[in-house]
């Protein structure tokens, strides 16, 4: 894994949170989250479970809809009010994969450039053969998703959301379902992406890959943003008591 | 029995050809209203109050005409159709064919739309997710990922459905329409062989289901496609150039 401590030169905003609160019923999960995503960021979100790192990410591309404060797509007005708009320039990675069983490899990759985009047969599959090369699971191209290991559905998962040319790709812990080698294979996969410059948010519990791929780590807990920093302040000088006691213990 | 056979062996295939008749149609068309229906109930809620409206009154029709269908013997709704029919057009009966279609078709239909709408539901939430994350809309995904798992999936209850329905259509002969069972009773009014028409006709009717349903498990065997995959050979060096390609975009 290669050590990336330059921040985003010019930031220019791609994505931002405003006072993003989010409620199930009496429940309180998200206050007041405010945070912009700059292009090339890759932005890690770390927490205990039950803090709404997922449900932060959810309310991004509109999976929940915000009780309060709003997502601004920037540079599309449209995208905002539309979820599909939003969904096709923000793509999303899942913890259990969510790949299409029905599908082989190389349809699960080509269905949305087809039905989406309203791409041609042939090109749509050069796209995803390009994307699949790119994840190492161009060989697979005719499996079935029940065909393969965890780590092969979620580089395959993570191309198929490449394939939409999203400008933000949102991972959503997804590695937690994943046996230690497999998880290295994804997160490498991951790295690579991140060092191309695709703009990611990733919600893990992978604190190395936090440490070493992200120029930007937020801690949450119980709803709210509790530090945000690179991951140097984050990691080794925090500054708030709850951040410290987390770390400690990871 | 071989006499009765070899005597009555065209008014019995005679009867084969209209109880198949009833069974294919009814069972096809039963999965079409049931695809329909399955599709129509699971769609989300919508969020305009006026769509709601409509949505639930939709929901509340068709929760009616289900249970209505699976709550009445198939024999009674024969007769009440049938009748009901002549008394609405001055003594005119509706083609003995055609409410025989007809009765199975939408008594079949209230059954599939349950097991289609379980089938569905059984297909799991995360690949809708997955598919809406691309931007795909819920007709897309429906059609794209959902329905073609939930078809495989509920054939078993399908083939069971179409199995019923051999035997069920004897009871249109209470409308008078000459399907197998109706053609026995017919022979036996020639015959006097109560007993020995009865068997036959038992031994054909099980080597209809029984034939139906290896064509079925054979029909669901092919749906599960191949248990193994190619491997793509030397894709060491396209992985290499794709990846270049890659870094360069």
């Known amino acids: 894994m290669t050590d990336i401590t330059a921040p985003a030169t010019a930031s220019q905003p791609v994505l931002c949170v405003q006072h993003l609160g989010k409620t199930f019923g009496e429940h309180t999960v998200l206050k007041d989250i405010d945070f912009t995503v700059n292009k090339g960021d890759v932005i890690c979100i770390i927490g205990p479970s039950g803090s709404g790192k997922s449900t932060l990410l959810r309310c991004v591309n509109l999976f929940e809809r915000p009780t309060s404060g709003k997502i601004v797509f920037c540079g599309d007005d449209n995208a905002c009010q539309n979820p599909r708009l939003l969904r096709q320039r923000v793509g999303m990675v899942f913890q259990n994969f969510n790949l299409f069983n029905n599908l082989n490899v190389l349809h699960n990759c080509t269905l949305g450039p087809r039905k989406v985009l309203k791409m041609g047969k042939t090109e749509a599959e050069t796209l995803a053969k390009k994307y699949l090369a790119a994840v190492g699971m161009d060989s697979y191209l005719n499996a079935k998703p029940k065909q393969l290991s965890g780590g092969q559905k979620q580089r395959v998962a993570i191309a198929r959301a490449l394939c939409m040319g999203p400008q933000v790709l949102l991972f959503d812990e997804p590695t937690s379902a994943l046996d230690p080698e497999m998880v290295g294979e994804v997160l490498s996969v991951m790295s690579d992406l991140a060092q191309q410059g695709l703009t990611m948010l990733v919600v893990t519990h992978e604190m190395n890959f936090a440490r070493n791929v992200a120029n930007r780590v937020i801690f949450m807990d119980d709803g709210v943003i509790v530090e945000q920093g690179t991951p140097q302040q984050i990691f080794d000088a925090p500054q708030q008591q709850r951040t410290k006691d987390f770390l400690s213990r990871s | ?249």
Request: with cysteine; aromatic share 10%.
């Open chain 2, 1 to 249: 029995m071989i006499a009765i056979l070899q005597e009555y062996i065209v008014d019995i295939l005679i009867g084969v050809g209209y109880t198949m008749l009833v069974a294919v149609i009814g069972t096809v068309v039963g999965l079409a209203i049931g695809v329909l229906i399955g599709v129509y109930r699971t769609l989300p809620c919508p969020r305009n109050k006026a769509a709601k409206f409509f949505k639930r009154a939709g929901d509340w029709v068709l929760g009616a005409y289900v249970e209505i269908f699976r709550g009445t013997p198939m024999m009674v709704q024969a007769m009440v159709i049938y009748w009901g029919f002549a008394l609405l057009n001055n003594g005119q009966t509706l083609n003995v064919t055609f409410s025989g279609l007809f009765i199975v078709s939408i008594n079949t239909g209230a059954y599939m739309a349950e097991i289609v709408r379980g089938g569905i539901i059984s297909v799991d939430r995360g690949q809708t997710e997955g598919a809406h994350a691309l931007g795909l809309s819920h007709t897309q995904t429906m059609f794209n990922v959902v329905l073609p798992q939930a078809l495989r999936n509920i054939l078993p209850s399908v083939s069971n459905e179409f199995v019923i329905n051999i035997k069920d259509t004897s009871v249109l002969n209470v409308i008078g329409f000459t399907e197998l069972f109706f053609v026995a009773k017919d022979i036996v009014t020639q015959t006097y062989q109560t007993f020995r028409t009865y068997l036959l006709v038992a031994i054909v009717y099980f080597i209809l289901t029984f034939g139906i349903s290896m064509l079925l498990r054979l029909c669901e065997r092919k749906m599960d496609g191949k248990q193994n995959f190619k491997l793509l050979g030397s894709q060491n060096l396209d992985a290499q150039s794709y990846a270049l390609e890659a870094q360069n975009d």
